[in-house]
């Protein structure tokens, strides 16, 4: 019934098993990909008819983490799987970076890639098993597939590189001082296609290093992925992309010196109306039946990228007439809102971000529900992209995959400069309005992300900055890298490369191309190139700020932790939560209490936080002997006083040691209410509290020497 085939090999620690035949056997190409026993299916559909009139490549990618691969049941009211979580959109984007470019260029046909987590060991992640099961599915499916690629993580400790590092090991970096990278890396036998990480300052030397060596790791399970394809491939689909030579030598010289003279405008608006018209113009002196060919799209964009690729290649001039490695204007603005508690303006040419910091408590943390488990993150980033920021009327509903990985990318900069939590225990949340676009407002993010936690207060290791690099690569070799490139750029070019990071390294890395791949050579010029962009950048946002300020907005919360013993922290709670509900009441302070014994007492009021600070104090701490407290007489009995002295503890206070003088009875100097000095003599042989007045100063509460208190 089953035509099985399974290709199994030894990869880093554990077994890297691919299969194909038993599931799924209507689609394309299906392959369930298991390390050690983290298992992904990849189920791949291509339509094998093009939409007409459809002039770009719909792929769509889904990777679907199910709970009960982790055996887990879902949370929330449903109880079942629901909208893609961020887990799953980035890794979904993750999945299409490295394959897009590897289909055979003027295929148009609608692909549906559709990966299903099956089983998490919670050892090995899913996300890099999901992309190694999309190729191998890719690759036997018939789809003109120009792979296969495969992909690996890659840590860093110690100095030395660590394949494919554990769930645990890459979790919550920040808090792991020892594993400074968590680096992900797609190539094909010959080329890298895609880098994305996130790093601790890691030198361009190091960083590249790390990408050399995921590429040769990867290279013995593409071997696997074409014994796989060579016993289980299905017929190549007949494929032969469109000859539109004759209409793409008709546009061109119809509007060749139209889309010239348009891209010589340094105005972006100007630059886009100009264009907009030439194409207009190309239209007209067309006939109707090239006006009707599906391919008219593709020509017109040809035609812009030869004008814009070869020019630039040849001159080393660009569109707005920068030379390639030059940085566009920069201004740097903080403290532009007055009742944020941190906020900056970041321009770059016609990119601005206007990004704004926001602290808060425990409470604010997000809580994330994953296959290995249920943590907190006290950062978050917010990246928004409205229609506005580029001239636009368009539609405006919730983040899209592009806004979240954008904000992620932008995430990864920045978290690797931030205080540990212990040393600043606020929840930092920025948020990215970008208000105008022309070229990467994610790494405008960064810079003003930055600068607007130091406005507010951030204590940052170190101020980062991002900038995005470009490359030109002729069919020839020559090459063009461009630091901080134009939307147009982006378009038109054969590589984005995001580069973010302090004075002193790489804090984060991105890399997508176009083409079948680049060179260890035009990366490490990339990042040579990159570094000086963002030592420039540096510079220009130290003119607004260098460090983080000494004082908060007066509309932040204050924050004081302390840390009691876990024994204790019943005690604070109280039975059904009254003492600290009572605490709370009584302060006015917010307190969040940690299963550690870390405890955050928060208010815009230094009182507050005081008055909270000493109740839990009083519970918790112990009295000291021959220390001298103020406390409350509660009880007047013939032998003496009972006096609350320490939160609620009591002691008794004996006749003889009120007054240096006999007394007939306690009430003769003391009333219920009254309060008083009284120092910690000690304990009784059953634990009880001996107290003593005579000695102590009733009015400053201060100890007075033994012969003053005898007179």
């Not at 899209?400 to 949340?429: N, S």
């Amino acid at each position: 019934m089953f035509n099985v085939t399974t290709k199994s090999m030894e990869w880093g620690e554990e077994t890297l098993t691919l299969e194909t035949g038993k599931v799924a056997r209507q689609a394309d190409g299906s392959v369930i990909a298991t390390l050690g026993e983290t298992s992904v299916m990849a189920n791949v559909t291509f339509a094998k008819e093009p939409k007409p009139g459809q002039d770009f490549f719909p792929l769509t990618v889904h990777y679907q983490e199910k709970y009960y691969a982790a055996g887990k049941v879902p949370g929330g009211f449903f109880k079942r799987e629901a909208r893609p979580t961020e887990k799953e959109t980035l890794t979904a984007r993750l999945i299409d970076r490295p394959i897009r470019p590897l289909f055979v260029p003027g295929f148009k046909h609608e692909v549906l890639v559709m990966c299903t987590v099956l089983s998490h060991d919670l050892v090995n992640d899913p996300d890099m098993v999901a992309m190694i099961a999309t190729s191998a599915a890719l690759t036997i499916s018939g789809a003109p597939f120009m792979g296969p690629i495969a992909a690996c993580r890659v840590g860093f400790e110690d100095g030395e590189y660590i394949l494919n590092p554990t769930v645990d090991d890459m979790h919550q970096l920040r808090m792991n001082p020892d594993q400074r990278l968590d680096l992900v890396v797609a190539g094909t036998k010959d080329a890298v296609m895609m880098v994305e990480s996130e790093a601790y300052e890691l030198s361009e030397a190091e960083m590249l290093g790390a990408v050399n060596f995921a590429h040769e790791q990867i290279q013995p399970v593409i071997d696997l992925i074409i014994s796989l394809a060579e016993d289980a491939a299905k017929e190549p689909f007949d494929f032969q992309p469109p000859d539109y030579s004759e209409l793409y030598d008709a546009v061109k010289a119809a509007g060749e010196d139209k889309i010239r003279a348009a891209y010589t405008i340094t105005d972006k608006q100007e630059r886009t109306t100009a264009v907009s018209e030439a194409k207009a113009a190309i239209r007209d002196a067309l006939t109707e039946e090239q006006l009707e060919d599906p391919n008219l799209g593709s020509a017109l964009k040809k035609l812009e990228a030869s004008i814009l690729r070869g020019d630039v290649v040849k001159t080393g001039k660009r569109i707005d007439g920068r030379a390639l490695d030059t940085v566009r204007p920069i201004v740097s603005e903080v403290g532009l809102l007055p009742r944020t508690h941190g906020s900056a303006l970041f321009t770059r040419g016609e990119t601005q971000g206007l990004v704004v910091t926001t602290l808060g408590t425990g409470d604010d943390e997000q809580m994330i529900d994953a296959l290995n488990g249920t943590y907190r993150s006290n950062f978050l980033l917010h990246y928004n992209f409205p229609p506005y920021s580029v001239g636009e009327a368009g539609r405006v509903g919730p983040p899209g995959r592009r806004e979240i990985g954008h904000g992620k990318l932008a995430w990864r900069a920045l978290q690797a400069v931030l205080p540990a939590p212990t040393d600043f225990p606020y929840t930092i949340r920025v948020v990215s309005e970008i208000t105008e676009s022309n070229g990467s407002s994610s790494m405008a993010s960064v810079c003003g992300g930055s600068l607007s936690m130091m406005d507010a207060g951030v204590p940052l290791k170190a101020p980062v900055a991002g900038v995005a690099m470009g490359l030109i690569l002729e069919d020839d070799g020559s090459y063009a890298v461009l630091t901080d490139i134009l939307g147009d750029e982006d378009h038109l070019g054969d590589m984005d490369f995001k580069v973010a990071g302090t004075e002193n390294g790489i804090t984060s890395l991105q890399m997508d191309i176009k083409v079948a791949g680049i060179t260890p050579e035009i990366m490490e010029k990339a990042l040579a190139q990159a570094k000086e962009g963002r030592l420039h950048i540096l510079g220009e946002m130290a003119k607004a700020l260098t460090e983080g300020r000494q004082e908060f907005s007066a509309h932040a919360p204050r924050i004081e932790t302390m840390t009691v013993p876990t024994d204790k922290i019943r005690e604070v709670i109280g039975s059904g939560g009254k003492v600290i509900r009572e605490i709370v009441e009584t302060s006015g302070a917010k307190v969040d209490i940690n299963d550690d014994g870390v405890i955050k007492i928060a208010s815009a009021n230094a009182d507050s936080i005081q008055k909270a600070y000493d109740m839990i104090h009083s519970i918790v701490a112990e009295p000291e002997e021959g220390k001298v407290y103020k406390g409350k007489v509660v009880k007047i009995v013939d032998f003496g006083a009972f006096v609350n002295f320490f939160g609620k503890r009591d002691g008794l206070v004996h006749v003889s040691q009120i007054e240096n003088r006999r007394l007939n009875h306690p009430s003769d100097v003391l009333k219920e209410g009254q309060e008083v000095w009284v120092k910690l003599l000690g304990f009784d042989d059953r634990g009880k509290v001996r107290l003593a007045m005579k000695m102590v100063n009733q009015e400053t509460g201060e100890e007075q020497a033994k012969e003053d208190a005898a007179e």
